[in-house]
């Protein structure tokens, strides 16, 4: 059994940066891969960015050059820094673990924390 806790998430002006962790519970955090997904109000849970247990990344279109997603076993946490944030960044942002590789399917991923919000102003 794995537990996600997201945490980072608040308001930030457009141009700005955040960064989100995700602290995953469990002895085999080194061996799951990890993902960003964001929903916004009336729409899709959408695939931001993953990353493997080799440190192998992937990102959407969207905030490729943006954002980072990074890990650090040590501390079972992954991170997501976002940076030149834009008005339609805003969402709430989950963290997600998986016993794979990385994939941009929300389906594909067992473990789901509870969302962290991210507001950006224009």
């Known amino acids: 059994q794995v537990q996600v806790v997201e945490s980072g998430g608040g308001l930030v002006q457009a141009g700005g940066s955040l960064r989100l962790s995700c602290a995953a519970s469990?002895?085999?955090?080194?061996?799951?891969?990890m993902g960003w997904f964001r929903q916004a109000p009336g729409k899709e849970r959408e695939f931001v960015a993953a990353?493997?247990?080799?440190?192998?990344?992937v990102y959407t279109n969207s905030v490729k050059d943006r954002f980072t997603i990074s890990r650090e076993s040590a501390k079972n946490t992954a991170y997501l820094q976002m940076n030149s944030l834009r008005p339609e960044d805003a969402a709430v942002y989950y963290c997600?673990?998986?016993?794979?590789?990385?994939?941009?399917?929300?389906?594909?991923?067992?473990?789901w924390g509870q969302g962290t919000q991210v507001t950006v102003s224009s």
């Open positions: 997600a673990a998986r016993d794979g590789g990385t994939s941009s399917d929300y389906g594909d991923y067992k473990y």
């Open positions: 469990g002895r085999t955090f080194s061996a799951y891969a």
């Open positions: 990353i493997s247990w080799r440190g192998a990344t």
